[in-house]
Structure formats: C-alpha cells, structure tokens
C-alpha cells in the first residue's frame, strides 16, 4: 500500500470522526416544502423555490425528465436525442456542471462529468415531487450547488399503473408500477422500456429502467431506501465531436436514510451508493480510432441534526458529510477524490414578519485544501400572502474528472484547471392570492475561473480545450404566475439574462451557450365533460448564437373507463436549432399512447 495514501485516508477519516462528533454539538437548516397544488412554497425562508408536484407532472402530460425541466422557468434543458437518450440541465445561464442534482436530499452529480447527471435510473412516473432551489446554494448542499439545485422526491406508495406509448421513428415506450402500504411499511416498484431508431441517422436508443422503494415509519421513526437501475445504448452521432459514436451506459443507485425525533430535535442519518459505466465508441464506423471505457463509484454519508424551538421562531442545525469518488477508466486513468464537510445554519422569524437566514459550509479536500462557503438571507411576509426575500452567498464547484483528465480527437483537458467560485445576489417577491401566484426575481451571479469547454478563433485546430474563463457575471430577471380558473390551469414564465462582462476571442460549446431570453407557457384545458388539452410553448434565444426559435408541444387525452387515451405532439412546429454546436435537436414526432389504472 501506498503509505502517502494510507496517511492521507487515515487523516481523513480521524478528522471526519471529529466532525461527526461536532455535528452532535450543533445543527443544518432543514428547508421544509408545502407539498400542495400550488407552484410556489410558501415557507418563511429567505432560499426562493419552485415545486411542480405529481399532479402538476400528471396534468401537462409531463411523459420524460427533459420535458419535466423544460417547462418551467429558471431551468433550461439542451436536448441531444429524443426522450429520455440525453440532455443536459441547466440553471439561470449555467451549464450542465453547474447544477447540484439531488434524489431524496442525496446529490447523485457524477464526478466524471455532468453529462451523466441526467442518466436518472427511475422515471417520471416514480416522482413524488420536485423541488427546484433558485441560486446558488452550496452553503446547504455542498459543490456544485453553483447555479441552483434541483431535489427530485420519490413516491413511496403508489397505485398500480400501466403506459404504453407508440409514435414515429419506431418509436415505443412501455411502464408498469406498483405500491402497497401495510400498516407501517410500504413498498414501490416499476420498471420502464424505451427504444427508438432516433429522428436522426445514428441517434437510436434502447433505454430500461428498474426502481423499488421501501420504507417503515412509526411514531417518531422513519426508514427509507431506494434503489434505481438504468441501462442506455444510445448513437451519440455529434454529441461530443463530429464524428458517428455510439454509447453505453449503465448505473445503479442506492439510499438509506434514518430520521429519529426527539422534540424539539431531529436527527437523520443517509448514506447512498451509485455507480456509473460508459462505454463510448467515437466512431462506430472504425471503433479502433478511438474507445474509452470508464467506472466511477460514488459513497456519500451524512449525518444532520435540526432543531425547532416551541415558539416556532428559531429552526437551525448542522451536519457533516462525507464523499467519497473514484474513477477507472482507460483514458483518464484510474482517480480519487474524497471531500468533507461542517456546516450550520440558523433562522430566526421576528414577530413582525421579518427573519433571517445565516449558514456557513467549510468543504475539506485534500492535501489540506479547503473551501468555505457561506449565505445569509432576510425574508418579510405580509398577511400570508406577501413574502419578499433577499440573500447573499458563496458557492463553488470542482472541475469534473472530464474536465482535467479526458484527451481525445476531440476534447483535450487541463490538469491546472482551478475551481470555479460564485457570488449569488438575489432579490424576489412572491405573492399567493386564492388560485393565482406570482413571482419576480431578479439575481446577480458574480463568477470567478468559470470552466468552460472552448475553441479560440486564432486556433485552426478542431479539438475543443477545457479551459477557465477569468469573469463572466451573469445579471437575470424572472417572472412566474399561475392561475387555475373554472378547469384552466395557466402556468406563464418569462427569464431574460445578461452578460455583464462579455469575454471574446473564443467559440464556448456550453458555459456561454445558455438562453439569455426566454418565455416558457403552460395550459391545460377541459374540453367538454371528458376531452383534457395540454400545451406547452417555449421561445428561447442562445447568447452569442443566431440559434433561436419557437416551440410548441401538445397532448390530447379522453378516458375511457379504467383507460386514458392520449395523442402527443412534441415540436409540433418542427423547429431546428442547435443547442449543442453541430448536434441538431429533434424536429416533430407524433405518439399514441394509452394510461391504465
């Protein structure tokens, strides 16, 4: 063994034993969500966010993860094949790195490359809910948290349902779940197919995917695990380079979780496993050019312990987490990377309506780095209906083992790459009135070594280099209002994004490839006694690009008994724009599809 290696894990572990016992000792805020029809929680809490539920998925006729984060405002999704094959999420001009993704409270971002942060193994049919974090937040949840966070709810009971759907382009897509609850435990499976010849030549995919839930709850206890596979063979033609590849990918996820109460506190132990494979083929047509095979495997632990007093007034915590990632592959190498973290939060609620947040993070890495993070909000309601909140924080990110390591005909990393700092500004306004909410936002985002994958224009060479740009602020305005009326349900956003110091003499393929303008609009509406019409329209502009365009989707669905019959329409307007450099996007695709209960 190597003993460098041995001291430094020894290191780590006996200074994460002392921080488990620190966490004894102090407390995390638990941010607590209204899980009901409305888009908007309505928690004192200085943090701004959005939540689409199960019947908010169920009523826009929401069939895969790329459109569950199309729709709705803040969230931007760059989509390379049809379904489910492969998208990138974004937030409020980010790219895919920049967003912290978290099923169950646990983050499940591969540190290989945010690419894989979509390879979701259940689908949107197992969601409970969906709670999207606006602005930085790595204070909370640790790196990665650079543009917002995305927290994905499983359901834990459910009742038995089946789906088909058949369209153009061979298209088929089958799912199947199940949920009982006995007493005080309960249990959720399903399982999904898709496959697809793709809209493109050498852009098929074959997709399954497995998940079970369990759980048992009883007074003050509660258990919780879930577990997810998914394996994808998909044609990558374009995604990465311009050449024909071709990709395999299979991964597997599991949580546990224990919370014990012991008023007025509140303590949660988690741990989770999740491995990741790819297999990736540059050109199908010659794959002795170029084939990399690579494995990560991610631990996570952490324990939190909360408190809320009786007076309702003070709710703070503090926890400590541990991350453990590590990498075999054939061209990068075999790499490790372990990371800890401290952090406490408190909030305090005057009773004049007024309170505050503060929360500090101290991230350990190694060789005796560190990276502390920090946030304090302040949040006013009024009548219960008005809430204003403001915050200021720190978040940062870590370059991802693509970034520093991967070399190919295409992409080159950087081994001196440095992490990327943010500085998050925000201001918003929130008012609930009966059937009707509306939000306005307006954020700052102060960026430092953003990371980014590159071509300069003096360069003639191909390849893409992974490089950091020095400044490139980011200043954005939002506004979100629902309405449901007499069997309308009207969702509307608008997101325009600014550019405060624009960087020049390269080409970016993701970090300054985001929407700086966009209108995002939902309507579902009844239709006589039984016919239900769901539409959603989308308008985005790319920064920097003549890429532009108007999107429309739309579904028809009648029941019939036990049975839903639905006829989809996605780009309904065969819109074509490239996201992605030199990957088109999916035009017009028809489905039939069918819901038994």
């Not at 826009?60 to 390379?80: C, H, P, Q, W």
């Not at 044609?235 to 007025?264: H, L, M, V």
């Not at 084939?291 to 309702?312: I, M, Q, W």
């Not at 989809?568 to 065969?574: G, K, M, Q, S």
């Amino acid at each position: 063994m190597n003993p460098l290696k041995y001291k430094r894990n020894y290191i780590l572990f006996i200074f994460m034993m002392h921080l488990l016992g620190a966490a004894v000792c102090f407390s995390q805020i638990v941010e607590t969500v209204d899980v009901n029809e409305t888009l908007f929680s309505v928690e004192p809490n200085s943090k701004n966010m959005v939540i689409i539920s199960k019947s908010d998925i169920e009523e826009l006729k929401i069939e895969n993860m790329g459109d569950l984060f199309s729709f709705y405002t803040a969230v931007n999704v760059s989509k390379r094949s049809g379904s489910d094959s492969s998208f990138d999420i974004g937030m409020r001009g980010s790219n895919f790195e920049e967003v912290l993704v978290l099923v169950n409270g646990v983050r499940v971002n591969n540190p290989q490359t945010g690419h894989f942060n979509s390879d979701f193994p259940f689908s949107v049919k197992d969601i409970e809910r969906v709670e999207i974090i606006r602005g930085g937040s790595s204070t909370i949840y640790g790196p990665g948290a650079f543009a917002g966070v995305i927290n994905i709810v499983l359901r834990n009971d459910r009742d038995f349902k089946v789906t088909g759907l058949l369209g153009q382009n061979k298209f088929f897509s089958t799912s199947i779940g199940v949920g009982k609850k006995l007493g005080d435990f309960w249990l959720s499976i399903s399982a999904d197919r898709e496959s697809s010849d793709g809209y493109y030549k050498n852009r098929e995919f074959s997709h399954w995917k497995f998940s079970a839930s369990a759980g048992y709850e009883k007074e003050k206890s509660r258990l919780d695990l879930d577990s997810g596979y998914v394996k994808k063979d998909f044609g990558a033609d374009g995604f990465y380079a311009p050449y024909p590849s071709f990709e395999k990918i299979n991964s597997f996820f599991t949580r546990i979780q224990y919370e014990q109460k012991f008023y007025p506190f509140s303590l949660m132990l988690s741990y989770a496993y999740d491995s990741h494979g790819d297999d990736f083929t540059l050109d199908r047509t010659r794959p002795q050019f170029f084939e990399n095979e690579s494995d990560t495997r991610t631990h996570y632990g952490a324990v939190r312990l909360s408190f809320t007093d009786k007076t309702g007034k003070w709710n703070g915590g503090a926890g400590v987490e541990f991350n453990s990632e590590k990498m075999e592959s054939l061209n990068m190498g075999n790499r490790e990377r372990y990371t800890g973290a401290l952090f406490a939060n408190v909030e305090y609620g005057f009773s004049s309506g007024w309170g505050v947040d503060l929360g500090v993070r101290e991230t350990f890495l190694e060789f005796g780095k560190g990276n502390t993070t920090w946030y304090m909000g302040l949040f006013h309601r009024i009548n219960g209906e008005l809430i204003i909140r403001g915050g200021y924080g720190k978040s940062f990110r870590l370059p991802s083992f693509t970034e520093l390591y991967y070399n190919s005909p295409g992409n080159i990393g950087n081994v001196l790459l440095k992490p990327e700092t943010s500085r998050n500004l925000e201001l918003s306004l929130t008012w609930t009135k009966n059937t009707y909410i509306t939000d306005i936002s307006i954020f700052y985002r102060n960026q430092n070594n953003l990371l980014d994958w590159v071509k300069f224009t003096t360069d003639r060479g191909e390849s893409w280099q992974s490089v950091n740009i020095e400044k490139n602020d980011l200043l954005g305005f939002e506004w979100t209002q629902q309405l449901r009326l007499n069997g309308t349900l009207l969702i509307m956003g608008i997101e325009k994004i600014v550019s405060v110091n624009e960087q020049a003499g390269f080409i970016s393929k993701y970090g300054l490839r985001f929407p700086d303008f966009s209108i995002k609009t939902n309507i579902v509406q009844r239709i006589g006694e039984k016919v239900n019409l769901a539409l959603n329209y989308m308008y985005k502009r790319l920064y920097r690009t003549e890429e532009k365009g108007h999107f429309v989707n739309a579904t028809i669905s009648v029941p019939v008994g036990r049975m839903e019959i639905s006829l989809r329409a996605e780009n309904l307007l065969n819109t074509i724009i490239e996201e992605i450099p030199g990957v088109k996007i999916p035009g017009r695709w028809i489905y039939m599809g069918f819901t038994y209960r």
